[in-house]
């Protein structure tokens, strides 16, 4: 370990974002637990979107908020409990149902791999408390009910065994079993966290177990972080810092420190000046929900332009999968994730290990333009671009544009550092990269 780090918060400040982070650009989110057997929300709103909190919370689109969306009692989810499954259905039974019998870890990894993934995160824990992995702290986890199997451990092996970098979520601030209210503000969140310093000790020691025993290489802790365990908050880190010279962490623990930031769908902001990462799901949930298909995903292309204005503006995509209760990945959802894998391997180079120009995106009528740059040569992304033809005109470039994909054929005319870009009538809208021969011939 080349420094060591102390529980303070100025020390712990000091801490880098890993370079590894910086270069991979893509993530897979992994959310998948008890929630995934009613696998039901009311596909309403994107995050950030939502007209009030009240009624975010009472049609929650977020499918692995189950758990609350039956205790606020009202709303679509709700009503779909009592009519499917009766009043008096607790939903921890959902976790003795819940048998991932068709789960093959090596072929997600597999997927993940294609999809042009350098690392993975997955949900441990959820709001709801049930553990992914055998915890010396509780018996509520997925080695004691439902699949009988360690989660974590297979995925984690899986993924390193694929060369991915492995990451943990754990959710810090909610764990229903400790708690009975229903979850209705965001704003008042703090009404929602257990106060006492039982639970403050029970976040951390699930979490250096987690961070002992699989050494993570990015840990994501979600909604905050108990406001009684601050000074254990700092011995954690300094303990992750010292232990894992690839560890970053996000954002997400109640103001008392970031690493880097997080955009969720509309909620948030990019910032070209602080590493961030943009999550959402393919759909509008996060956990797979039987109710989303592809009138309410993502589209191919939308995927795309979201992937190359992201890395673009400082931001890593870590995009997520729901899969079934059974452990197989939607249709849908893997449908996505092998196009973007395909664009990636022809244009990847504008993507991977790449940093921000100093040249921001701009909207032109036709399409938008993107910068990123990498070892003396700049690159250029043109997304939200039409299937017909069109011309784009660019300037303050020294060099005609290259295609990097040997398949696309453009007409480039260059004069007085101004380019203009012809593009023929294509059967993709897809994102168009391009190589410009050196940062110096950016102007």
């Not at 709801?128 to 009910?145: A, I, N, Q, V």
């Not at 509309?266 to 509008?284: D, I, P, V």
């Not at 260059?414 to 391009?434: K, M, Q, S, Y």
Request: charged share 20%; aromatic share 14%.
């Amino acid at each position: 370990m080349s420094q060591l780090y102390f529980a303070n918060w100025e020390s712990l400040r000091a801490h880098p974002i890993p370079q590894w982070y910086d270069d991979a650009k893509v993530g897979i989110f992994i959310h998948w637990g008890p929630y995934s057997v009613p696998a039901y929300a009311s596909p309403s709103f994107q995050l950030g979107e939502i007209p009030t909190e009240y009624d975010w919370y009472t049609n929650n689109p977020y499918a692995e908020w189950y758990a609350n969306s039956v205790r606020v009692g009202k709303g679509p989810t709700y009503e779909h409990h009592i009519k499917t499954y009766g009043k008096d259905f607790p939903y921890e039974r959902f976790t003795d149902m819940w048998k991932a019998e068709n789960w093959d870890p090596q072929q997600w990894a597999s997927l993940f791999k294609q999809a042009g993934a350098k690392y993975v995160v997955l949900v441990t824990k959820h709001h709801d408390g049930f553990c992914l992995f055998p915890s010396k702290y509780t018996d509520f986890s997925t080695t004691s009910r439902g699949p009988m199997r360690n989660i974590t451990g297979e995925l984690t092996q899986a993924v390193r065994d694929a060369q991915m970098k492995m990451g943990l979520y754990y959710s810090g601030y909610y764990n229903w079993t400790f708690y009975d209210e229903p979850v209705f503000s965001k704003a008042n969140c703090r009404s929602y966290c257990p106060p006492t310093y039982a639970y403050a000790d029970f976040v951390y020691s699930q979490c250096k177990e987690l961070i002992d025993t699989y050494q993570p290489s990015l840990f994501w802790n979600d909604i905050g972080w108990p406001e009684v365990g601050e000074d254990a908050l700092k011995h954690l880190l300094a303990h992750y810092y010292n232990s894992n010279e690839d560890a970053v962490v996000n954002d997400r623990f109640s103001g008392f420190y970031h690493g880097y930031l997080v955009k969720e769908y509309q909620s948030g902001k990019q910032n070209r000046t602080e590493k961030w990462e943009m999550t959402r799901g393919l759909g509008l949930s996060f956990g797979y929900n039987q109710m989303e298909n592809e009138s309410n995903a993502i589209g191919c292309t939308e995927l795309l332009d979201l992937l190359a204005g992201t890395v673009a503006n400082n931001g890593n995509l870590l995009i997520n999968v729901g899969p079934k209760a059974d452990g197989t990945i939607p249709d849908w959802q893997e449908k996505r994730l092998r196009v973007m894998g395909d664009w990636l391997r022809r244009n990847g180079a504008a993507i991977y290990d790449t940093r921000i120009c100093t040249r921001k995106s701009e909207d032109l009528p036709a399409c938008t333009l993107n910068y990123t740059r990498k070892d003396g040569t700049c690159y250029l992304l043109l997304t939200k671009t039409p299937k017909e033809a069109f011309s784009v005109t660019v300037k303050g470039l020294r060099a005609n544009p290259q295609p990097l994909d040997p398949a696309v054929h453009t007409e480039t005319t260059c004069e007085n550092g101004v380019c203009t870009i012809h593009v023929g009538v294509r059967d993709t809208d897809e994102p168009l990269a391009f190589r410009i021969s050196g940062q110096d011939d950016v102007i």
